[in-house]
């Protein structure tokens, strides 16, 4: 379908509110995944939606960026995202909705949340076999008592609307069907997305590829992700940290455990500044 035809957002913000990551898409997604063969006319959305913490992430910023060194010609947008910020993923749909040119949307891994609206803004959505949709209601973190949060909820109301009505422009199906699904969490693969209208059609098998095997680099996106998901967890930063040392460190002859579930008390000798492992 065309892109002219989708709904354009109207946004807003408030304070002490930020859009978050569904835990069980952050677990769900591998980094790893990316497109086999980019060119210049190509835009990457392979990390979480919205600055992280280390001051990366896919940004309104950077996509409109991109769009202008792009140019007015046809656009091709690579997504393997576990979400994040709902309102920005928002603007960059907005963004992309209104390119001049063409839009096509490749889903390589997982387009979950904020990532599957941007997804959405395609004039043509191109799925994986084995990939994913994920589509919910808004997820966010705020900060406040019950009647500031009960604002917070009354505030978030039409934005879940807003979602409801991008879906179902893309898809044709009933407003009231998509508003179930967004309130069960609904994840959809691959065909199920060409079945239901959320994509037009599969890609080939050969345009979907892992990132290198540059151990260096392989580390570094391990890294973030254990960041990312020690983070969901309430795990302060210093002990994230120290749980790195101690993978680096091998320890062999022990099996790790949740970065949420405490270590066995250790002597003196081996205490570290945090005791906190990981599943292996």
Known sequence: MSKRKLPKVALGARPGVQGDLSPRALQRWSPDVRAAGTDE???????????????????????????????????????????????????????????????TVNILGIAASAASVIAMAGDEVRIARAGFLMIHNTWIMAAGDRHALAEVAEWLAPFDATAVDIYAARTGIERDDIAAML??????????????????????????????????????????????????????????????????????????????????????????????????
């Open 183 to 280: 309130d069960r969490e609904t994840w959809i693969g691959g065909q199920a997305a060409l079945d239901q209208g959320f994509a037009d059609s599969f890609l080939p098998a050969d345009a979907v590829g892992l990132a290198g095997n540059d151990k260096e680099a392989a580390t570094m996106r391990a890294e973030r992700k254990l960041d990312l998901l020690c983070a969901r967890a309430g795990l302060p930063n210093a002990a994230s940290r120290a749980l790195k040392r101690d993978l680096k460190g091998g320890m062999p002859g022990r099996r790790g455990r949740s970065c949420w579930a405490k270590s066995p008390r250790k002597s003196s000798s081996e205490r570290r500044s945090a005791s906190w492992s990981t599943a292996s």
């Open 41 to 103: 006319a190509s835009i990457s959305v392979l990390d979480p939606i919205g600055a992280d913490p280390w001051g990366e992430g896919v940004t309104v910023r950077r996509i409109e960026a991109a769009l202008r060194r792009i140019g007015a010609q046809p656009v091709t947008v690579n997504i393997n995202s576990p979400g994040g910020d709902f309102f920005e993923g928002l603007a960059i749909y907005n963004l992309l909705r209104e390119h001049a040119a063409t839009v």
